[in-house]
């Protein structure tokens, strides 16, 4: 294994599912290593040889979101949850607890793998030669200024409160509701306010760039800012 191979530690319950899931990661280049419950996980997760977590919520010894809080409490390697529970409740909780991106089942082994590529992309470190590279989203909370790419976006005062609230931390799924505390002066908004207010933000910054996915829905919980 190289210095620069990613480990994926599976915690997955369902032998035949967790098999299929790594046969994709191992295509991609991963390492892997599967656990069927949650045994041992924190003296694993101390070795720091692993990049990438992938938890099931269902397992047999310990509930999935208590867990990732075990795992939270003395690391930060990133989390990506798994789970058949659909309940937007159980996701909130997931995410709250720590997690870094949600899966629900049934999914595609390569979603799985684009997710654990995606996640990792936003834990991975950035050199100062690269520092300029990263700069997709400027935000002038002060001057209500946004640019992408360095080209300036003309927003609503609105629209601008929801982009610097998404800003605030890439990758991080905010839910209607917490996206309508932004807002929390005006009682005239709803989530549909919202689900407005991002159309329009999209329309605007895919006028300028119509290839970037800037701002990305969550399936049944909110939306989330990629850079």
């Known amino acids: 294994m190289s210095a620069n191979t990613k480990?994926?530690?599976i915690i997955e319950d369902e032998v035949a599912l967790a098999e299929i899931v790594e046969a994709y990661l191992h295509r991609d280049g991963f390492e892997t290593s599967h656990q069927i419950d949650g045994n041992n996980i924190l003296a694993l997760v101390a070795t720091g040889n692993f990049d990438i977590i992938l938890l099931d919520v269902m397992l047999p010894d310990v509930d999935g979101f208590q867990l990732c809080r075990m795992?939270?409490?003395v690391s930060v390697i990133p989390i990506i949850m798994m789970t058949a529970r659909v309940e937007e409740i159980d996701r909130l909780i997931g995410l709250?607890?720590?997690?870094?991106d949600y899966i629900c089942k049934p999914y595609s082994p390569r979603e799985v793998v684009a997710r654990v590529k995606a996640v990792l992309r936003r834990h991975a470190p950035v050199s100062t030669a690269d520092a300029r590279l990263v700069k997709?989203?400027?935000i002038d909370a002060e001057a209500f200024i946004l640019r992408v790419l360095g080209k300036k976006i003309d927003l609503t005062p609105s629209e601008f409160k929801l982009?610097?609230?998404l800003g605030e931390k890439p990758g991080r799924v905010w839910s209607r509701s917490q996206l309508l505390d932004v807002f929390m002066d005006d009682k005239d908004v709803f989530d549909r306010t919202i689900d407005s207010h991002i159309k329009n933000i999209r329309k605007k910054i895919g006028l300028v760039f119509p290839e970037l996915d800037l701002i990305q829905s969550v399936y049944g919980i909110g939306y989330r800012i990629e850079i």
């Open 7 to 9: 480990r994926v530690l």
């Open 71 to 73: 795992i939270r409490n």
């Open 96 to 100: 709250e607890l720590g997690a870094d």
């Open 136 to 138: 997709t989203l400027e």
């Open 163 to 165: 982009v610097a609230a």
